[in-house]
């Protein structure tokens, strides 16, 4: 894993070295400017026509849209899991729905297409894209698309308005508008509430899916960020009491919710889904910009009308990896069919697995060991200095890495290979679990495990979480393996009772920061520079809380005003066994073709490669290169915007590099008169439409290198900087 570099520690230790926003208007009109409740279109007959067509409007939804008014309620409305603190035995109620087999034998899908724009419409035309996937589809009368449309700026189309949220029925090749309303905030429960109660109630067929359309943001922020609203966003919560209120319009479980946006599948997401669904479909990643294949999900079912929820599942994940694989996007590609019946088994038996692993943490070296192997697991979303932290990561993989210490990995391995009906991945996620999860690879603040604390699925994997930021925060080793902090006074844990925990618990994270002075990491041999190498060992409690090591490069800049960060390098000798490291960095660094070396940070590593990620300025807009090395060549796969500081959300897409753009090197540096940090600007580079980039020797001139050595707790140690040189034979010289 990679963590934020924190820079007050890299100022301290050189300075010693050296050295339109959206309308809101309110009328109710047809498509072409027509008086107020006007009918507006009629369905196409069908087997499948719902009561709004049969009695000649769009259902009599209020036409002021006095939108129900759906807040998060204090206690979870889908499941009640209880946890007894000192047996572990886990209690799961959910909720009971009606059967619904005797309806779909009649056949016929209904498809509500939750569309939120925001810029993957304003910047790219994604939605308008996909509208008009959904009229190419050879759907038949039995099925259809319900989809609203908003959140966004504009609409790159001429049909939808964005100044209204308006509901489409597509159809046979036909889009229909049946409704428009004031504009409203696709990222507050109620708007989406207030659309499925009316799709429901108008629209329900034999078969019936939910599709959330936009950006997300995993567990944490959810999905549906409205550009015209302050990208406001529905969370796991929110999302549960919609789903809560929305499923009584038919008393039954849908057969599908389905994520159209990056960073939904996880195992907090399916809990929620488990009660109103039979299965999930959901990404652990980012999803490329070219999203779900709608013409062959139309396509599919209209010739198969009677298909159940599983078998279009695996026609959306197979559709999905291959439009990615047409547009070159498929190496990050992941996508899961999760069979909802199963998640209550695995509730359970990662309950079990987190309560072996946290008494086995109670042991300061085996915590270490713990964490180092988290730290091993394939993660989602970036997760580093310059594009940000989602902070998750496989849930397969977690169990797998922390297998010595729990009895009971084996019962949860299994349990998530039954929950995951069907998946697929490209090359970088082989092999991953179909399902992730919440870790703090770093923590982003105390609201961030404030939310989490709400929806996590164990209360020992919330305690083990506690236990590594606690004793980070605190100063010290001491952690109380007896606190009750989760449990009330019978000893219970009840989860989605979300007023139970005072929201100012986590506050101590707000506090804390990280010192680049690690108390934790502890020397046998502190860091030396003798015969040519920069070494160092950790002795036993510094081993014991040691995360990750790797070295730091910078360059003086010509005139030596300022120290310019180049990034991260994995060019070190590694003993975990005796704790010694040893630098073995060689000058050699990734490169623009015209030879100007790019500031570089790991992303993954894989069988087949290393992907990295370098901040540019893309035709004058800051993004990010992620860049794709193997044993052939280095290839920049395109720019991604990272995640959104605000809001959380995830750029959907890797957008591909045209000929002519022009590419400007972003560099952190630092001032040496000042110690103000800032960004330091290349020379721009056109792009000449070969991907293909260099692993080049650095140019001649003065360096700087430390170790960064990461504790288990979320702070570093950054070792003194040693200076070293490129000649002008590209060899490297230290003093």
């Given amino acids: 894993m990679k963590k934020l570099l924190s820079v007050i520690l890299i100022i301290s230790m050189i300075a010693l070295s050296t050295l339109s926003g959206c309308s809101s208007d309110e009328t109710n009109e047809n498509i072409n400017g027509g008086d107020t409740d006007q009918q507006i279109t009629q369905a196409p007959t069908g087997e499948i026509t719902g009561s709004a067509a049969q009695n000649g409007k769009a259902g009599d939804e209020d036409p002021d849209n006095n939108k129900g008014q759906t807040d998060t309620d204090s206690k979870a409305q889908s499941v009640s899991i209880n946890v007894n603190r000192s047996t572990g035995e886990v209690k799961i109620d959910r909720k009971k729905l009606d059967d619904k087999k005797d309806q779909q034998a009649a056949g016929g899908w209904t498809l509500f297409v939750y569309l939120c724009g925001t810029d993957l419409e304003s910047d790219y035309g994604m939605g308008s894209a996909d509208l008009e996937e959904m009229k190419s589809a050879s759907t038949g009368d039995k099925v259809r698309f319900i989809v609203q449309t908003g959140g966004t700026q504009v609409w790159k189309n001429d049909y939808v308005n964005e100044d209204k949220l308006q509901r489409y029925l597509i159809q046979n090749g036909e889009i229909k508008l049946l409704k428009e309303i004031k504009l409203d905030d696709m990222g507050d ?3 989406l509430s207030d659309f499925l109660k009316w ?8 078969r019936n899916g939910v599709i959330l359309w936009n950006h997300g943001g995993g567990s944490i922020t959810g999905v549906c960020f409205d550009e015209c609203f302050y990208s406001d966003s529905i969370d796991l919560a929110e999302l549960d009491t919609v789903l809560n209120e929305s499923i009584e319009v038919t008393g039954k479980k849908l057969d599908f919710i389905g994520f159209d946006a990056c960073l939904m599948g996880t195992v907090e997401t399916a809990n929620i889904c488990a009660t109103y669904a039979d299965y999930m479909y959901g990404s652990e990643e980012v999803e490329p910009g070219s999203g779900w294949d709608y013409v062959a999900i139309g396509d599919y079912l209209g010739s198969k009308p009677d298909a159940d929820a599983l078998a279009l599942g695996k026609v959306v994940a197979d559709s999905f990896l291959k439009a990615c694989e047409k547009d070159d996007d498929d190496a990050l590609t992941t996508f899961s069919i999760i069979d909802l019946s199963k998640i209550d088994n695995l509730v359970t038996a990662f309950n079990n697995f987190a309560k072996d692993v946290y008494d086995a943490g109670q042991d300061v070296a085996t915590r270490g060991d713990i964490v180092r192997a988290i730290s091993g697991v394939d993660d989602f ?6 594009e940000g932290y989602t902070n998750m990561i496989d849930l397969g993989g977690l169990i797998d890495a922390c297998s010595s210490y729990s009895q009971n990995s ?6 998530i290979s039954e929950a995951v009906a069907y998946s697929v991945s490209g090359y970088v996620h082989e092999g991953v679990s179909g399902l992730a999860t ?18 996590c699925i164990s209360p020992y994997y ?16 001491y952690w109380d393996y007896d606190d009750d902090t989760w449990f009330d006074d019978e000893g219970d844990w009840y989860w989605g009772d979300w007023d139970y ?69 994995y060019d070190i000798d590694e003993d975990w066994e005796y704790g010694i490291f040893i630098d073995n960095f060689d000058g050699w660094w990734l490169s623009l073709p015209d030879g100007q070396n790019l500031a570089t940070y790991i992303v993954d590593y894989t069988d087949e490669g290393i992907i990295y990620t370098s901040p540019v300025l893309l035709n004058d807009k800051e993004t990010n290169l992620r860049l794709r090395m193997d044993d052939k060549s280095i290839i920049i796969e395109g720019a991604w915007d990272g995640i959104d500081d605000e809001s959380g959300a995830a750029s959907k897409d890797i957008v591909k590099l045209k000929k002519g753009d022009k590419i400007v090197p972003v560099y952190y540096s630092m001032s040496i008169e000042t110690e103000y940090w800032d960004e330091w600007y290349g020379d721009e580079y056109v792009f000449d439409g070969d991907p293909e980039i260099i692993y080049d020797q650095m140019y001649p001139g003065e360096y700087l290198y430390a170790f960064c050595i990461e504790d288990i707790y979320g702070d570093y140690y950054l070792t003194d900087f040693e200076t070293f040189y490129i000649n002008d034979y590209g060899e490297v010289e230290y003093e």
Avoid at 381 to 386: L, M, Y
Avoid at 410 to 415: E, G, P
Avoid at 438 to 455: A, C, D, T
Wanted: glycine share 12%.
């Fill in 189 to 191: 429960p109620g708007t």
């Fill in 199 to 206: 799709g429901l109630k108008e629209y329900a067929s034999a």
């Fill in 381 to 386: 979303g970036g997760n580093n200095k310059t």
């Fill in 410 to 415: 084996n019962a949860a391995i299994k349990a």
């Fill in 438 to 455: 919440y870790y703090p690879i770093s923590i982003q603040g105390s609201e961030e495990l404030s939310f989490f604390g709400k929806i």
């Fill in 462 to 477: 919330l305690s083990f979480i506690d236990m590594l930021g606690s004793v980070g925060a605190s100063g010290d080793m």
């Fill in 501 to 569: 925990y005072e929201d100012d618990y986590w506050d101590y994270l707000d506090d804390y920061e990280e010192t680049g002075e690690s108390p934790y990491i502890t020397f046998d041999v502190e860091p030396t520079f003798e015969d040519g190498y920069y070494y160092f060992a950790l002795d036993e409690e510094g081993m014991y809380n040691t995360a990750d090591v790797y070295g730091m490069v910078y360059v003086m800049s010509d005139d030596g005003t300022e120290v310019i960060e180049y990034g991260e390098t």
